[in-house]
């Protein structure tokens, strides 16, 4: 379960693979290069954070990770959550915040809940993935304008407010190179799928803005040279004040961070028709995080665009992850000073296709036309996000889905009194109650569905129906598939309160699963082995034979 693909990978590993590998990996890191630059930029902090982010994180989340070919880097979802920890608590708190966020990745990847952090309500991804794309157009508006502000708020309204205010410094130039990006990024796919049109949108640009000598803001202009070197790892201080102050962007992160690399590798999993390992996934992604922040570098997951541009350029193994990575490493070594030349407003080109590209606005409005719900969960989700922050958003987005899963489940569970001649079609189910003979005395309620704290409050308000108290109650389970605390403590009480009225209680139908939690719970030894039985039969045989035992007492 804890072993990278890449063990299996190389075991049959061959020359074509390889040279397969080889061109995915190269195309792959040349695809990288200009959104690691865009998205370390966008994060608020410096370019070279970026791409050795990619690089490092591209490399280890490739050799020790779960998928076969999963394409590891900074992505455009962590671009919100990264800014506001940068503004708030600066570069080392973001450090610090991705440390953890990578201990915390590596104990779910060891507690097993690769499989669990799957299960996310695909409503609240949506909404939360969406307000991010908004956030992050939001954030090139300036670039895209050419705009002169010297500080843009944090404040998705307080921003806009600022842009509205300074619509009259736009700068034409900026305008045309961004709008010439996007179109590049749209149009040039259809030309060619081997040169990724981000680099020819980025040389591009960059050669006419020199050329011309164009009066547009640049890497170089806002950051100064971009070091063709990685740094030496150091090891951040984490005081306790810190490590509370930071332990929930940190599980933000860790949370996001999961979710998009499983959804990642699920994606790539459809497309080559493969299993990944979900659990070392997560621990890869973690040790990648760790390592990352040691470098100073920034959150790292599994890209979903890269991944399925390493799938459509003929990956095989997990090698042509390792040489994206390398690819980069390259560029970053003996190319990197050229890339203080790239105008800022076409990586704001860039970043605007990427922020439609996660918009999911088919998603969006298929959802807001579905079940009411959903839409709920969707458009809180997408307010929170926007308005408040994503950490706020994921919190309030899954207790909203699990107040309305539980209200649903409820709904699901009915408890009824079945009457003798219990209207079912006796061909569809020979254990129906009219199958039965059933003496005066002798009453059946049926629960239908999980027996959890949903449900309990129904359970209750149903027993109190029973007019005439019977002298033998059976209570069948056959369709009861879960219980849990509530459940056993209400069957507890229900069955305290029918001794007090003379009421013998029998349980029928009861599943494996269910007579093990009843057992754990003392249950069995309380209303007693022979009356808890896994069959109506045997239930009516001995609700019989208490019947006659009780009239015999009476005489």
């Given at each position: 379960?804890f072993?990278?693909?890449?063990?299996?990978?190389?075991?049959?590993?061959?020359?074509?693979?390889?040279?397969?590998?080889?061109?995915?990996?190269?195309?792959?890191?040349?695809v990288?290069l200009?959104l690691?630059?865009?998205?370390?930029?966008?994060?608020?902090?410096t370019?070279?954070?970026?791409?050795?982010?990619?690089?490092?994180?591209?490399?280890?989340?490739?050799?020790?990770?779960?998928?076969?070919?999963?394409?590891?880097?900074p992505?455009?979802?962590?671009?919100?959550?990264?800014?506001?920890?940068?503004?708030?608590?600066?570069?080392?708190?973001l450090i610090?915040?991705?440390?953890?966020?990578?201990?915390?990745?590596?104990?779910m990847?060891?507690?097993?809940?690769?499989?669990?952090?799957?299960?996310?309500?695909?409503?609240?991804?949506?909404g939360?993935?969406?307000?991010?794309?908004?956030?992050?157009?939001s954030?090139?508006?300036?670039?895209?304008?050419?705009?002169?502000?010297?500080?843009v708020p944090?404040?998705?309204?307080?921003?806009?407010?600022?842009?509205?205010?300074?619509?009259?410094?736009?700068?034409?130039?900026?305008?045309?190179?961004?709008?010439?990006?996007?179109?590049?990024?749209?149009?040039?796919?259809k030309?060619s799928?081997?040169?990724?049109?981000?680099?020819?949108?980025?040389?591009?640009?960059?050669?006419?803005?020199?050329?011309?000598?164009?009066?547009?803001?640049?890497?170089?202009?806002?950051?100064?040279?971009?070091?063709?070197?990685?740094?030496?790892?150091?090891?951040?201080?984490?005081?306790?004040?810190?490590?509370?102050?930071?332990?929930?962007?940190?599980?933000?992160?860790?949370?996001?961070?999961g979710?998009?690399?499983?959804?990642?590798?699920?994606?790539?999993?459809?497309?080559?028709?493969?299993?990944?390992?979900?659990?070392?996934?997560?621990?890869?992604?973690?040790?990648?995080?760790?390592?990352?922040s040691?470098?100073?570098?920034i959150?790292?997951?599994?890209?979903?665009?890269?991944?399925?541009?390493?799938v459509?350029?003929?990956?095989?193994?997990?090698?042509?992850?390792?040489?994206?990575?390398?690819?980069?490493?390259?560029i970053?070594?003996?190319?990197?000073?050229?890339?203080?030349?790239?105008?800022?407003a076409?990586l704001?080109?860039?970043?605007?296709?990427?922020?439609?590209n996660?918009?999911?606005w088919?998603?969006?409005?298929?959802?807001?036309?579905?079940?009411?719900?959903?839409?709920?969960?969707?458009?809180?989700?997408?307010?929170?996000t926007?308005?408040?922050?994503?950490?706020?958003?994921?919190e309030?987005?899954?207790?909203?889905?699990?107040?309305?899963?539980?209200?649903?489940?409820?709904?699901?569970?009915?408890?009824?009194l079945l009457?003798?001649?219990?209207?079912?079609?006796?061909k569809?189910?020979?254990?129906?109650?009219s199958?039965y003979?059933?003496?005066?005395?002798?009453?059946?309620?049926?629960?239908?569905?999980?027996?959890?704290?949903g449900?309990?409050?129904k359970f209750?308000?149903?027993m109190?129906?029973?007019?005439?108290?019977?002298?033998?109650?059976?209570?069948?389970?056959?369709?009861?598939p879960?219980?849990?605390?509530?459940?056993?403590?209400v069957?507890?009480?229900?069955y305290?309160?029918?001794?007090?009225?003379?009421?013998?209680l029998?349980?029928?139908?009861?599943?494996?699963?269910?007579?093990?939690?009843?057992?754990?719970?003392?249950?069995?030894?309380?209303?007693?082995?022979?009356?808890?039985?896994?069959v109506?039969?045997?239930?009516?045989?001995?609700?019989?034979?208490?019947?006659?035992?009780?009239?015999?007492?009476?005489?």
């Amino acid at each position: 379960m804890f072993k990278p693909q890449l063990v299996d990978s190389i075991k049959d590993y061959s020359k074509s693979k390889f040279m397969s590998d080889l061109s995915a990996g190269v195309i792959v890191g040349i695809v990288a290069l200009p959104l690691a630059i865009a998205f370390g930029i966008a994060s608020g902090v410096t370019p070279e954070k970026g791409l050795i982010t990619a690089v490092i994180a591209g490399f280890i989340i490739s050799a020790f990770g779960g998928s076969k070919v999963q394409i590891g880097g900074p992505t455009g979802a962590f671009i919100v959550i990264v800014y506001g920890i940068v503004q708030q608590y600066g570069v080392n708190g973001l450090i610090i915040a991705t440390f953890l966020a990578g201990i915390m990745l590596l104990i779910m990847g060891f507690a097993r809940l690769g499989s669990i952090i799957k299960f996310f309500p695909h409503p609240l991804v949506v909404g939360f993935t969406s307000g991010i794309a908004l956030i992050i157009f939001s954030s090139q508006i300036k670039d895209f304008l050419g705009l002169q502000i010297k500080t843009v708020p944090a404040d998705f309204i307080e921003k806009w407010v600022v842009y509205f205010n300074n619509f009259g410094g736009i700068n034409n130039y900026s305008f045309v190179i961004t709008i010439a990006t996007v179109i590049i990024l749209i149009v040039f796919p259809k030309v060619s799928r081997k040169i990724p049109g981000s680099l020819i949108a980025l040389i591009g640009s960059t050669l006419v803005v020199q050329y011309f000598h164009l009066p547009v803001e640049t890497i170089g202009s806002k950051f100064g040279a971009i070091p063709n070197t990685i740094p030496m790892p150091t090891f951040p201080h984490i005081d306790y004040t810190t490590l509370q102050k930071l332990i929930q962007p940190a599980f933000t992160i860790a949370l996001l961070g999961g979710i998009e690399s499983l959804l990642s590798a699920v994606v790539a999993d459809g497309m080559i028709g493969s299993t990944h390992k979900s659990n070392m996934e997560l621990v890869a992604q973690g040790f990648a995080n760790i390592t990352v922040s040691l470098f100073g570098g920034i959150p790292a997951t599994g890209a979903i665009a890269r991944t399925a541009t390493n799938v459509k350029n003929g990956a095989k193994t997990p090698v042509a992850g390792i040489i994206h990575a390398l690819t980069l490493l390259l560029i970053m070594l003996f190319f990197g000073g050229l890339a203080s030349h790239i105008p800022m407003a076409c990586l704001a080109g860039i970043l605007i296709v990427v922020a439609y590209n996660m918009s999911e606005w088919e998603s969006f409005v298929s959802i807001l036309n579905g079940p009411k719900r959903d839409a709920i969960v969707l458009v809180v989700s997408f307010l929170l996000t926007v308005l408040v922050d994503l950490t706020v958003a994921i919190e309030i987005g899954m207790m909203l889905s699990a107040f309305i899963f539980m209200e649903r489940m409820s709904k699901m569970t009915s408890v009824n009194l079945l009457p003798r001649d219990e209207n079912r079609d006796e061909k569809d189910d020979p254990k129906a109650l009219s199958c039965y003979f059933l003496p005066k005395g002798i009453e059946v309620f049926e629960i239908e569905g999980p027996f959890f704290f949903g449900a309990a409050a129904k359970f209750k308000q149903e027993m109190k129906i029973i007019e005439n108290n019977p002298e033998v109650l059976i209570l069948r389970m056959r369709f009861v598939p879960y219980i849990d605390e509530t459940g056993l403590h209400v069957i507890e009480e229900f069955y305290h309160e029918s001794r007090k009225k003379s009421i013998q209680l029998i349980l029928s139908g009861v599943q494996p699963q269910i007579y093990k939690e009843l057992e754990r719970a003392g249950l069995i030894n309380k209303i007693g082995e022979k009356n808890v039985l896994t069959v109506i039969d045997d239930a009516i045989e001995r609700a019989n034979e208490v019947l006659i035992d009780k009239r015999k007492n009476s005489i």
